[in-house]
């Protein structure tokens, strides 16, 4: 059964860091470009990035580009979003799953979405 858990969320300032963990349980992920979506209170899930299972070519949204970085580490099956100079409007609940990596962010697909974790930015 193909499950991914996601965990490293909190609370933080404006300004601060956190940094996400994806980990994935009967899917070995160097064969899967994963992608970290997020859903802010009264509004619809977006992506925010995504790392591809190849050559580890990544992709941002705009909002977040110069500030996230995402990582894997295959012998850990993990993936990873790094999170800087963050902001009250990355608040949400953030997720990862499988998808594929398009230029215009990334598409789950297989409907096999982790519990999520909280991010909440406040002063």
């Known amino acids: 059964q193909v499950q991914f858990v996601e965990s490293g969320g909190g609370l933080v300032q404006p300004g601060g860091s956190l940094r996400l963990s994806c980990a994935a349980s009967a899917i070995t992920l160097d064969y899967y470009a994963i992608g970290w979506f997020r859903q802010a209170p009264g509004k619809e899930r977006e992506g925010v990035s995504c790392?591809?299972?190849?050559?580890?070519?990544?992709t941002y949204a705009d909002s977040v580009k110069g500030r996230f970085t995402i990582s894997r580490d295959n012998a850990k099956n993990t993936v990873y979003l790094q999170m800087n100079s963050l902001k009250p409007e990355d608040t949400a609940v953030y997720y990862c799953?499988?998808?594929?990596?398009?230029?215009?962010?990334?598409?789950?697909?297989?409907?096999?979405w982790g519990q999520g974790t909280q991010v909440t930015v406040s002063s």
């Open positions: 799953a499988a998808s594929y990596c398009s230029g215009a962010g990334p598409l789950a697909y297989g409907n096999y």
């Open positions: 790392i591809s299972s190849s050559d580890g070519s990544t």
